[in-house]
């Protein structure tokens, strides 16, 4: 099933039970409607990072089921894959065979060889700290060969997940045949993971460098649009290098909106929230949480220093057990700029603030993400993070059944579930057609989406200081009809 224009599901395929049966089930029932798309996070033999250090993209792993259960999914519900184009798992058979045959692997090229990458006398410390790192010490790891040399490959994220050498023509067949394999068995949309990383090139960062990042999105997007897949390349950085994306006609991700909608909802301001949603492309993905923690350097700019530390402060004030030590390397987080919380707790598990925030989401350019913890409107699992000692697994709970029959019936989900629907069934919000903001006061905000064809249009009117707000919707021959009011809402 091809992209429409329906609220997406971000998911792991053992979070919503403990399965992709599971996850058909509930979709197919609590779910019904509510969603047109799923995001399924990395569902492949992993070794690490909780699939995204990736052994073997042609198989499922088998405690998740198997491809007639993605392909029984692609049949009701757009999916996303995710494809980590800079990098692969060492326990891949192409790693593996490159430590075993060492200079005779057929794969050798897939890998960045570290001292082959840099001139004689290099890396200076002045070349390591220009790097664009995740890490706090040089992307590189030393390597032991079943003949008994050494060697170094690059490695910027976790010592599992060794970078590819996206210049060789090894990597370009494995990316081509990786990717119409998994466009086959029912992708439509291929996410690709870490992309700003990918291009390593001297005296550069090493981060999104251009022009060589276009030419590896150009290339992929030519395998991809024949089949008539979309490409989403993750970025998390600031807008303007997001933008790129947009001017180049692909459609990118949203991850300023999250900061962004907590600051004003903090502040009761709207002022920020409504110049940024003026300026927002339609061909994005909007998010208000994901897998990762909430980012900050994505909304630099947009809001001034003040204003995120600002926004910083409040979070751990307001929110509901979000500590700065749950973000910290006491537990194992990598990335500064994100922080470690649901954003139902991020908002104090106040369900009014959090049914806002929604709302916004859902009137904000693009199509919105929902990701299964923000669907059920869930707080802070402090359980499995002390658990685990993972502060990114604060956002992680795994639902039963049960509990998803019991969270399902709470009121702010069931408000929650009616918005989406309303979303999912309206032209109004067609991705041809147009946004209007306005601010009548400082608090204040109102969002008015009309379809192309301008019969149809909805209006979000919201006052972030009182956290009341309305959505309305109409036909062009008739007046405004109310969808929601939050002075009334379920009990």
Known sequence: ?????????????????????????????????????????????????????????????????????????????????????????????????????????????????????????????????????????????????????????????????????????????????????????????????????????????????????????????KITQPQGATLLPEIHENYHIVRKLTDHNYFSYDFALPIVTLYSLYSGDATRLAAWLKSSPMRQFTTLDTHDGIGVVDAKDILSDQELDYTKAEMYKVGANVKKVYSSTAYHNLDVYQINTTYYSALGDNDPAYLMARAIQIFAPGIPQIYYVGLLASKND????????????????????????????????????????FRNASTAFDLDGSIQVEQPSKSEIIIVRSSADGKTAARLTADLETKLFTVEAKDKSESWTKVLDSANLTD
């Open 1 to 221: 099933m091809k992209l429409t224009n329906k609220a997406m599901l971000i998911t792991y395929p053992d979070s919503l039970g403990d399965n992709l049966k599971d996850l058909q089930h509930v979709l197919s029932s609590q779910l019904d409607g509510v969603v047109g798309g799923v995001h399924i996070l990395p569902f492949f033999p992993s070794a690490g990072d909780r699939g995204f250090s990736p052994v073997d993209y042609q198989q499922v792993d088998p405690k998740f089921g198997d491809w007639n259960d993605i392909q029984t999914l692609a049949k009701n519900y757009y999916l996303m894959f995710d494809f980590m184009v800079n990098h692969i798992s060492k326990h891949s058979k192409y790693f593996q065979d490159f430590l075993q045959n060492h200079d005779q692997s057929k794969y050798r090229d897939l890998f960045i060889h570290w001292d082959e990458f840099w001139p004689a006398g290099r890396p200076t410390q002045k070349d390591i700290d220009l790097i664009y790192k995740r890490k706090p010490k040089a992307p590189v790891q030393e390597i032991t060969f079943a003949d008994g040399q050494t060697g170094k490959v690059w490695n910027t994220f976790g010592d599992d997940q060794i970078d590819l050498d996206v210049t060789k023509q090894a990597t370009k067949n494995f990316i081509k045949s990786t990717l119409e394999f998994l466009m086959k068995n029912g992708a439509s949309i291929i996410r690709l993971d870490a992309f700003a990383y990918a291009v390593k090139k001297l005296d550069t960062n090493d981060f999104f460098v251009e022009p060589e990042i276009w030419n590896l999105l150009d290339s992929i997007n």
């Open 382 to 421: 402090l359980d499995l993070l002390e658990k685990t000692k993972e502060g990114r697994n604060i956002n992680r709970h795994y639902y039963s059944l049960a509990e998803i029959d019991h969270e399902t019936q709470r009121p702010v989900v069931k408000d929650l579930f009616a918005l989406l629907r």
